[in-house]
C-alpha cells in the first residue's frame, strides 16, 4: 500500500516537471516569435520605399535601362506598399501568432 502511493507520488511528480518545462520552452519560443515579427515589422515598415530604386535596378539589369525606369518604377512602387503595408501590419498585430507561428507575411522576410 504504501509502496503504491510512493510509485503515485513519483508518477506525479515527474510528469508535473515534464508539463512545466514543455511550457516554459512553449513560452520562450512565443516571446522569441513575438519579439521577431515586432523586429521585422519595424524594419520593413521604415524600409519599405527601398523597394522603389531596387525595382528600377533589377529591371533595369535584367532588360534596358528605359525598360528598368518605366517597368520597374511600376513593380518597385507595388512592393514599397506591399513592404511598407507588411511592415504595419506585423508592427500591429506582433502580440498574435497570425500568420501561424509568426511566419512573415513576405519573402524575403526584410530587405536586409
Known amino acids: 500500500m504504501k509502496s503504491a502511493i510512493v510509485k503515485g507520488v ?6 508535473a516537471i515534464i508539463v512545466s518545462a514543455a511550457g516554459v520552452s512553449y513560452a520562450d ?3 522569441n516569435g513575438m519579439g521577431n515579427k515586432l523586429r521585422r515589422g519595424i524594419v520593413n515598415a521604415a524600409s519599405g520605399w527601398v523597394e522603389l530604386p531596387k525595382g528600377i535596378y533589377d529591371e533595369s539589369k535584367a532588360h534596358d535601362p528605359a ?7 511600376i513593380k518597385g512602387s507595388g512592393l514599397t506598399v506591399l513592404r511598407t503595408g ?3 501590419y506585423d508592427t500591429g498585430t506582433f502580440l498574435f501568432p497570425v500568420p501561424k507561428d ?5 519573402e524575403p522576410e526584410t530587405l536586409f
Open 29 to 31: 519560443d512565443t516571446l
Open 102 to 106: 509568426y511566419k512573415p507575411v513576405m
Open 86 to 88: 507588411g511592415g504595419a
Open 67 to 73: 525598360t528598368g525606369l518605366i517597368w520597374g518604377s
Open 10 to 15: 513519483l508518477v506525479a511528480f515527474v510528469t
